[in-house]
T-cell receptor, first 113, second 113 residues
Framework: SQTIHQWPATLVQPVGSPLSLECTVE??????LYWYRQAAGRGLQLLFYSVGIGQISSEVPQNLSASRPQDRQFILSSKKLLLSDSGFYLC????????????FGPGTRLTVT | QKEVEQDPGPLSVPEGAIVSLNCTYSNSAFQYFMWYRQYSRKGPELLMY????GNKEDGRFTAQVDKSSKYISLFIRDSQPSDSATYLCAMSLNSGGYQKVTFGTGTKLQVIP
């Protein structure tokens, strides 16, 4: 069966510090991968999606970036965090034929102070 | 106007009640409709998905789609305290070769024993 991992689970970082969140998927090959941010009262905001290694599409311009160095690894980064980057970050995957069925990881709660 | 509207609640019901959760949408291009359940501080879990108008049943859960009214519902029969969670509706359309998913903001449900 497929499993998705995210770490860390929680993170408190000062403004201006760098960020690296990691997501890995097990039990499937060539998944589509997604990064979302969830803020209270605003639902899930798609940040990035990737259909293959090195292929990243950005949905929202911001100071975040994403990379996919391996088939089942997705990384969310920032060089300098802003207060507005605080939120619950979720990684998700889907199969190539069923983009709409997305399966989420446990999430990382980021607080920027 | 948001593409997907969902009442945030909270919705509080006694154990055993029938729960009705609803979403409306404005974009008639949406093709697939989904419901996710999200427990506090966890990632969303896919409950049900459907493509066409009509009903789809899975145990105590029934998903209903009315494309003519742009309205979807999730019914929970014999609600249990373990159903207490936030329920997110989601819908997708083909955008540039992939299914773009738009989420509602979620309805918080509390089932009281």
């Amino acid at each position: 069966s497929q499993t998705i991992h995210q770490w860390p689970a929680t993170l408190v970082q000062p403004v201006g510090s760098p960020l690296s969140l990691e997501c890995t998927v097990e039990g499937t090959s060539n998944p589509n991968l997604y990064w979302y941010r969830q803020a209270a009262g605003r639902g899930l905001q798609l940040l990035f999606y990737s259909v293959g290694i090195g292929q990243i599409s950005s949905e929202v311009p911001q100071n975040l970036s994403a990379s996919r160095p391996q088939d089942r690894q997705f990384i969310l980064s920032s060089k300098k965090l802003l207060l507005s980057d605080s939120g619950f970050y979720l990684c998700a995957w889907s199969t190539g034929r069923g983009f709409y069925e997305q399966y989420f990881g446990p999430g990382t709660r980021l607080t920027v102070t | 106007q948001k593409e997907v509207e969902q009442d945030p609640g909270p919705l509080s019901v006694p154990e055993g009640a029938i729960v009705s959760l609803n979403c409306t949408y404005s974009n008639s291009a949406f093709q697939y409709f989904m419901w996710y359940r999200q427990y506090s501080r966890k990632g969303p879990e896919l409950l049900m998905y459907t493509y066409s108008s009509g009903n789809k049943e899975d145990g105590r859960f029934t998903a209903q789609v009315d494309k003519s009214s742009k309205y979807i519902s999730l019914f929970i029969r014999d609600s249990q305290p373990s159903d207490s969670a936030t329920y997110l509706c989601a819908m997708s359309l083909n955008s540039g070769g992939y299914q773009k998913v738009t989420f509602g903001t979620g309805t918080k449900l509390q089932v009281i024993p």
